[in-house]
């Protein structure tokens, strides 16, 4: 088993930034590739970033790239996502997830990923 959990989400004004962190605890955690994803009411779960165990490989949803940076730091057990230029459509519940399968993997599908957070909320202000 894995738990996650997100924290560093909050209010922030359009333009701002923000840095997400997920820890994670239990099984193997630093061999598992991670994703982070991005909910708002009444829409599906969205992919936003991806990254391998090892970071060397990221992978990002075209609607953060170029302004967000996935990371991880195994020897504390915690991923982050950091998002720059803050817009309105950033808000959501934003959730991380494992994928212990396939740690390589970059993916921006839901069903490759085992182990979820119970989210963070993020809300950008106009």
């Known amino acids: 088993q894995v738990q996650l959990v997100e924290s560093g989400g909050g209010l922030v004004q359009t333009g701002g930034s923000l840095q997400l962190s997920c820890v994670a605890s239990?099984?193997?955690?630093?061999?598992?590739?991670m994703g982070w994803f991005r909910q708002t009411p009444g829409k599906a779960r969205e992919f936003v970033a991806s990254i391998s165990w090892s970071g060397g490989s990221t992978y990002y949803a075209d609607s953060v790239k170029g302004r967000s940076t996935i990371s991880r730091d195994n020897a504390k057990k915690t991923g982050y996502l950091q998002i720059n230029r803050l817009k309105p459509e950033d808000t959501g519940i934003y959730y991380c997830?494992?994928?212990?399968?396939?740690?390589?993997?970059?993916?921006?599908?839901?069903?490759?990923?085992?182990?979820w957070g119970q989210g963070t909320q993020v809300t950008v202000s106009s």
């Open positions: 997830a494992q994928n212990v399968r396939e740690p390589t993997m970059v993916s921006p599908y839901e069903e490759r990923y085992d182990y």
């Open positions: 239990g099984r193997t955690v630093s061999s598992n590739a």
